[in-house]
């Protein structure tokens, strides 16, 4: 039991969290970049809850998160807490130092001439930081927790500069430390070294492409699944199956082909016969981890074997000659010429039998979310206790651990990168990307709601990018889109970047929902998507309102008559009369919307042209 | 004393650390203001190219006029001599914008600045607080921490600046309010694609974004330099600048149409006030060899601003990488700049003295790492400005 008199806080944070993570240019980047921090995190609260009471996160069911935080916050007796915050940072120093030496030690039967162990040695000490304070538990809890948060605040003022100076090759991954070299550092001789690495048998292309040189940090994000690595008791796991860019972007076409087998099935395995055993990813030894294809799947013959091939292999560019060494990993032979047209040939048919199915070719583009609570600090500020803490903390565990990859894996065909307390990093086919956000939202206050916190919102930012767009750009996309949400949109809301593979980059935004108005944003926009989708509403509709939003800005008196005779004059579905109704009802609805203090006419215009772009997915 | 203005004809370039991926789409963003590093490289240029001094020559420094001229802005290292900067000196580049009759410069947002939660144009600074004491794993001895008493405070989104005039009221603990970067300059995203020269071709998927920086009318980068660099300068004139070479127009400008910073705002004349607790905001990056302040603490404060002073607290910004390529070295094959992390412009120190404290106007305080062959402080790293603060 507790003595609350003779308690004091520690609360700890490990770095870097966002320029280690953003360091990616693949999802199996992203994935594991996570993976070490949170195994990082892990190491430190096991430590500390020997050491005191870990009051966020809490365990679920006896273990820790998947994704344990970067901060976390410890009770501990009066005067211990140094010696606590000491004692934790030395654990996850040693968890990092061994994680480290055994991915050298993998590293090193790679490149044997070991002069590179020097740069190695400099760059992995320097690059952990930590942040940690003790403060007092006494008087209000609420009150004093609200100190300690600003303490750390104020620790973190000082931030931590590593001292570097490194002259030579930049690393092409994160471009903040040099890319380790044999014993010559020039140009060429760096790139030799690097291409000697990437021949070794056990290199996959995954690992490392073509021209990509690292440094140790970096080194250790690509190798450490492979080398067999350790944080604390938790194995790294190889990052083969997480999903490509291209499998996301590709999920939701596949669990259409899924869901119309019967018309679906002998093409779609007639283009797995045709790229069969071809390269990596064609076949994988393991199916895509994806709960929700999975119960698609079902008993369907050769349904688990369309789960095992890269979304590359069902996108026409692919076998375009120029990209058969990137699809394939190796330099293509002519015999792989010849087999790509084949393979472009029977993805044409596979596309022409989806489309009888009315399955549209998938979409080159994918989805990032990220989704944060609102408020979360005022909230904690005002617990009352530690175990109203403890109540707080056990329904963000449990949101982060159950809700949410139920939500984006089983509900939806998403992946998981981080959930950890009300912060959220995920990956979704776009067609998903906007019922999975609201579901998510949604979910997150109910969860407080039941832990007594009934009025906590949570913003969220999506992106959408091209499937060959760098990750990390989309990444950092999606955490602008989530601070506009809070910042701009003033919280409990929605803001999206779409960026287009043309250059152009579309921002708009919405409150999940607006005082006064009987529909939330989002299922207004479901109905209008659908129509969109049916071919009952023509996707020009989009182009005309936007041609016209700046002029009827001035009049919001006119815009319902305006939306109502666009929406009529794009109406496909024949006789209008019948479907009087439904465009009256939607007219009325956007109009609700387009309203000055909401989302407005302009912005409208915008959500129109995301879901014309979301049904139509830019095909290249 | 000279300033160099330096406008743009359309838009500029400045790629920041992002690494150009290989294979595949790449995004490339620009750094503005751009490094000192580049900007030094402009200037020098821009002497060397109104010369009449043959390039290979002022490398090798092998003429008279060569030698002549690398007196005057130093020559680049070779077989024979180590890199120099003669008697070249510059402080910024600084954002600056002409208002009417002058030239106004602008800051980046001190890191110490904060808003409301609720109603964000308020703002706030933070001060130290002696009443706030804990434990900690303070980077360094005997620090106080940065306070707030308003509640729900959070720091500003995006890119943020203060005017000179808005900075001198910071310094001095007045009101101030903030300007939105795209008032000052807007950011554009730019498609381009590789070309196959094998073909005459455009490559296949081999898309790339660039990041440009288009500066608002009467918007661009304000350098001073010491008067014998100004004066083998002409009035004004075209250069390039940046990636692609971008062109931009350079006119001269006298001092006294320039709004900089004094040394202690809080008077008009440069004399230090008392009581002597000084505030010091950087206005370049700047490098400390012990990372985000000097490796010797107080000592090596006291070297760098030629007086015995105690730092309290600080509010440091994100490190800024930058490293770059030195087209003259190795003999004029070119090679990397060391990748350096400086203290970003807009970090925040507190010190407590008991001595005068009377640096020059554009005295740097940056240290230079021993991997760079010259030194920071002529290039324009560590400028600053000198406001006071008072306890919370």
């Known amino acids: 039991m507790v003595d609350e008199v003779q308690q004091e806080f520690l609360l700890f944070s490990i770095g870097p969290v966002q320029s280690y993570i953003g360091a990616a240019r693949r999802t199996q980047d992203l994935w594991l970049g996570s993976q070490l921090l949170s195994n990082l995190a892990e190491v430190g609260v096991s430590r500390a809850n020997e050491l005191g009471t870990v009051i966020y996160p809490v365990q679920v069911d006896g273990r820790w998160p998947q994704s344990v935080p970067n901060r976390f916050v410890v009770s501990v007796n009066n005067g211990s807490g140094a010696s606590v915050a000491k004692t934790v940072t030395e654990a996850i120093q040693m968890a990092w130092g061994l994680a480290a030496a055994k991915v050298q030690s993998y590293f090193g039967q790679l490149a044997p001439e070991n002069s590179w162990s020097l740069d190695w040695h400099k760059q992995v000490t320097n690059w952990l930081e930590f942040y940690w304070i003790v403060w007092p538990r006494q008087g209000d809890y609420g009150n004093a927790y609200r100190q300690a948060s600003l303490a750390l605040d104020a620790r973190k003022q000082m931030r931590h500069i590593p001292m570097v100076a490194e002259p030579g090759e930049t690393c092409s991954l994160c471009g903040m430390r040099k890319a380790l070299h044999g014993r010559q550092n020039g140009t060429r001789a760096v790139a030799q070294f690097w291409a000697g690495v990437r021949e070794q048998p056990r290199v996959t292309g995954a690992e490392l492409r073509q021209n990509e040189q690292l440094c140790a940090i970096c080194t250790i994000k690509r190798f450490a699944g492979r080398s067999q690595t350790y944080i604390g008791r938790n194995l790294l796991q190889p990052t083969e199956r997480f999903p490509s860019t291209s499998s996301v972007a590709a999920a939701g076409f596949k669990a259409k082909l899924l869901a119309a087998w019967t018309e679906t099935g002998s093409s779609v395995l007639a283009h797995l016969d045709a790229i069969q055993g071809w390269g990596p990813g064609a076949p994988y030894s393991e199916p895509e981890l994806s709960p929700f294809l999975d119960k698609l799947v079902g008993e369907k013959e050769g349904g688990k074997r369309l789960l095992k091939f890269d979304g590359d292999f069902f996108y026409p560019e692919s076998f375009a000659e120029g990209h058969l060494e990137e699809l394939l990993g190796r330099v293509p032979t002519i015999e792989d010429v010849q087999r790509s047209r084949r393979a472009a040939d029977s993805l044409r048919r596979l596309y022409k039998q989806a489309e009888q199915a009315q399955i549209a070719p998938p979409s080159p583009y994918l989805s990032i979310l990220a989704m944060d609570g609102d408020r979360m600090g005022r909230a904690l500020g005002q617990s009352r206790s530690l175990t109203q803490h403890q109540q707080i903390s056990n329904a963000l565990a449990h949101f982060a651990e159950e809700d949410v990859p139920h939500i984006v894996q089983h509900e939806f065909t998403g992946r998981v990168i981080y959930a950890g307390g009300d912060d959220v990093l995920a990956l979704l086919p776009i067609e998903h990307a906007l019922p999975a956000s609201n579901a998510l939202r949604l979910r997150f206050s109910q969860r407080m709601a039941a832990a007594e916190l009934p009025h906590l919102t949570a913003s969220s930012g999506l992106a959408f990018g091209h499937r060959t767009f760098p990750l990390g750009a989309t990444m950092i996309a999606a955490r602008r889109a989530e601070g506009e949400a809070k910042s701009g949109l003033g919280r409990n809301a929605l803001a999206i970047e779409l960026i287009r593979r043309s250059g152009a980059t579309d921002r708009i935004g919405t409150k999940w929902h607006y005082t006064g108005l009987e529909n939330e944003t989002l299922d207004v926009m479901d109905e209008l998507f659908d129509y969109l989708l049916k071919g009952a509403l023509s996707g020009k509709v989009a182009y005309d309102l936007e041609r016209e939003a700046v002029a009827l800005q001035g009049i919001p008196s006119a815009q319902e008559d305006e939306i109502r005779r666009l929406l009529t004059r794009h109406w496909q579905e024949k006789p209008l009369d019948t479907y009087k109704l439904q465009v009256v009802g939607m007219a009325t609805k956007l109009a609700a919307l387009a309203q000055p203090g909401r989302i407005g006419i302009r912005r409208l215009a915008g959500w129109l042209l995301l879901l014309r772009f979301l049904g139509r997915g830019e095909r290249e | ?392």
């Open chain 2, 1 to 392: 004393m000279s300033w160099i203005f330096l406008e743009a004809d359309d838009v500029w370039c400045f790629r920041d650390n992002t690494p150009k991926l290989v294979g595949g789409s790449t995004v490339m963003h620009s750094l503005f203001p751009p490094t000192p590093s580049t900007i030094q490289g402009v200037v020098r240029s821009l002497i060397l190219g109104e010369s009449d001094v043959d390039w290979a020559a002022y490398r090798q420094q092998s003429t008279a006029a060569a030698q002549q001229l690398g007196t005057l802005i130093g020559h680049p290292a070779s077989n024979e001599q180590e890199a120099t900067l003669g008697q070249f000196s510059m402080a910024g580049p600084f954002l600056a914008r002409r208002e009417v009759d002058e030239i106004m410069i602008y800051a980046p947002m001190p890191n110490d600045v904060k808003r409301n939660k609720e109603q964000m144009e308020q703002l706030f600074t933070m001060q130290p607080s002696r009443a706030h004491h804990f434990d900690s794993n303070w980077p360094a001895e005997a620090l106080s921490p940065l306070w707030l008493n308003a509640e729900e405070s959070e720091s500003l989104d995006g890119e943020q600046w203060l005017s000179g005039r808005n900075l001198r009221a910071y310094l001095q603990s007045n009101a101030f309010g903030k300007l939105d970067a795209s008032v000052l300059y807007a950011r554009e995203s730019r498609l381009g694609i590789e070309i196959d020269y094998t073909v005459r071709n455009a490559a296949e998927r081999m898309l790339y974004q660039t990041e440009f920086i288009r500066p608002s009318p009467g918007v661009g980068l304000l350098i001073w330099v010491a008067n014998a660099i100004a004066s083998a300068i002409s009035d004004q004139g075209t250069l390039r600048i940046g990636g692609e070479g971008r062109n931009a127009y350079y006119c001269t400008v006298p001092d006294t149409e320039v709004i900089y910073p004094t040394r202690f705002s809080s008077q008009q004349s440069t004399s230090q006030p008392s009581p002597s607790r000084l505030k010091l905001v950087l206005l370049t990056p700047a490098f400390f060899d012990g990372g985000w302040q000097p490796k010797a603490g107080d000592v090596g404060w006291s070297e760098l601003l030629g007086a015995s002073v105690s730092l309290v607290s600080a509010s440091i910004g994100h490190p800024q990488r930058a490293g770059g390529w030195d087209i003259a070295a190795r003999n004029g094959r070119g090679w990397h700049k060391p990748i350096v992390s400086y203290v970003p412009a807009g970090s925040v120190y507190y010190f407590e003295t008991t001595e005068a404290v009377e640096p020059d106007r554009f005295h740097s305080i940056t240290q230079t790492p021993t991997e760079q062959p010259l030194p920071l402080d002529a290039l324009g790293y560590g400028q600053f400005a000198l406001g006071t603060w008072e306890w919370l």
